[in-house]
């Protein structure tokens, strides 16, 4: 995935040492946004905090956007994930239960989609268009497997349930934040036993 | 819908003539939100471009956040809403299919939603809280209903289904924004399927 989110996120500096400096420059924004929250904060005061200068900040993200965008795909990149799972229900709730468990991360999220939205995002509408289109083809293509061997209900089109999932798991994420009685596990699980053929 | 979110968002100016005034910087400010967006907009250009003072503008309104909010329950009452329906998965369908028809509403729900995770918001996160406690109430006995008379699964519980249904739909409407081609409504029915007895 790191790869992918570089090219669209446009990273400069492709030596080595650049790279580092990046990276180094990510985590320390990470922790700032922790703690502070990206609403209302400009580039010029994310370089103070993190102690960096305005023009070092500005050598490698063209914008506040791109730096967010770039900062939310570091912390995704740098979670744990659990390597070679099929796409599907399980992963997704597996995701989303994680998310929830980073101070943050799902505000930040949040914060950069309804961004993107906006006509004049650039960097963020290509990375959300993007990152949706990816997961959605990954989970379409899983959950098509799982209708030819009769553990999902091949009654409706895969893509939809694709979709679906997202939506859902993105909804929950914030419903939960802002009332945790939700139970954001338990509700996709239930989505989960939607799924299942009729027994 | 209109009382209980003038009670959250705090309305000031409860004389006749200060409500008519407040609700004409309403109606202007919903234009400014359409054209430009509601991202990194400051209270005093908001007061600029509608025509009114900077200090008109806070007597109606304490922050830039409670304006917003009042932006978008305003936007929300203004629209035909077909009275007396059943709250239900058609509502839902019907309800996010409107929204995606008004320019800048979903950005501008997905904007102040993102900004009521933020720590520091107050009045976004009551608004939201008591939004999304109040759909998922009204669902849930609707869908309590459905289950009685047969005609949504009684196998999991309404209240998981409420939230799935909230979710799915503020999801699916980014996605959509994103990329139309992902099927608002069809994506919605399929999910109105999943939610049948088996036959």
């Known amino acids: 995935m790191a790869d992918a989110d570089d090219a669209v996120i446009g990273r400069r500096g492709s030596q080595p040492k650049g790279v580092a400096r990046r990276q180094e420059i ?6 700032v946004f922790r703690a502070r929250g990206a609403d209302g904060t400009s580039l010029r005061k994310i370089a103070e905090e993190i102690g960096v200068s305005h023009a070092a900040l500005l050598h490698y ?44 991360l799902v505000t930040l999220y949040s914060t950069l989609l309804a961004a993107s939205l906006e006509s004049r995002s650039e960097v963020g509408r290509e990375f959300f268009a993007t ?32 979709a679906l999932i997202i939506a859902a798991s993105d909804g929950l994420q914030i419903q939960w934040l802002l009332e945790p009685s939700v139970g954001l596990e338990s509700t996709l699980r239930t989505l989960g036993a939607l799924l299942r053929p009729p027994a």
């Open 61 to 104: 993200f063209d914008s506040r956007e791109q730096l967010l965008v770039a900062v939310y795909a570091h912390a995704e990149a740098r979670r744990d994930k659990p390597a070679a799972l099929v796409p599907g229900i399980d992963t997704m709730i597996d995701a989303a239960t994680r998310n929830v468990e980073v101070p943050g």
């Open 26 to 31: 990510l985590d320390r924004a990470i922790e």
């Open 131 to 162: 990152r949706f289109e990816r997961l959605r083809a990954e989970l379409t293509a899983s959950l098509r497997a799982q209708q030819a061997e009769g553990t999902v209900r091949d009654d409706v089109p895969a893509e939809h349930l694709a």
